[in-house]
């Protein structure tokens, strides 16, 4: 089984950029389709960018999509998420996640379809 440990977060006015890393250990990381996901408090776990296992295809919520973007370096291990532009409404816990189905899954887009999470990384964006 994958593990993953994110990395990154912190505190970032509004306007401002972070790079948010997640490395993965064990399991076959170049195999899985990688995800990053947010909750803020109150709210549920939202679905926020996710990453074919060739990095061929790409998606985003509709919310950050021009403002984020995901990548990943399979040699590293690491999927990233470049954060720009970024607004108050930005402000959760994000979380990196494997898309553990088999190999050759469509991108999932719904935490059901990832079966390994981080622990998470906070990123708050002040006014």
């Known amino acids: 089984q994958v593990q993953l440990v994110e990395s990154g977060g912190g505190l970032v006015q509004a306007g401002g950029s972070l790079r948010l890393s997640c490395a993965a250990s064990?399991?076959?990381?170049?195999?899985?389709?990688m995800g990053w996901f947010r909750q803020a408090p109150g709210k549920e776990r939202e679905f926020v960018a996710a990453?074919?296992?060739?990095?061929?295809?790409?998606y985003y919520a509709d919310s950050v999509k021009g403002r984020f973007t995901i990548s990943r370096d399979n040699a590293k291990m690491t999927v990233y998420l470049q954060m720009g532009s970024l607004k108050t409404e930005d402000t959760a816990v994000y979380y990196c996640?494997?898309?553990?189905?088999?190999?050759?899954?469509?991108?999932?887009?719904?935490?059901?379809?990832?079966?390994?999470w981080g622990q998470g990384t906070q990123v708050t964006v002040s006014s």
């Open positions: 064990g399991g076959t990381f170049r195999l899985y389709n």
């Open positions: 990453i074919s296992w060739s990095a061929v295809s790409k």
């Open positions: 996640a494997a898309d553990t189905r088999p190999w050759g899954t469509t991108v999932g887009v719904r935490s059901t379809d990832f079966g390994s």
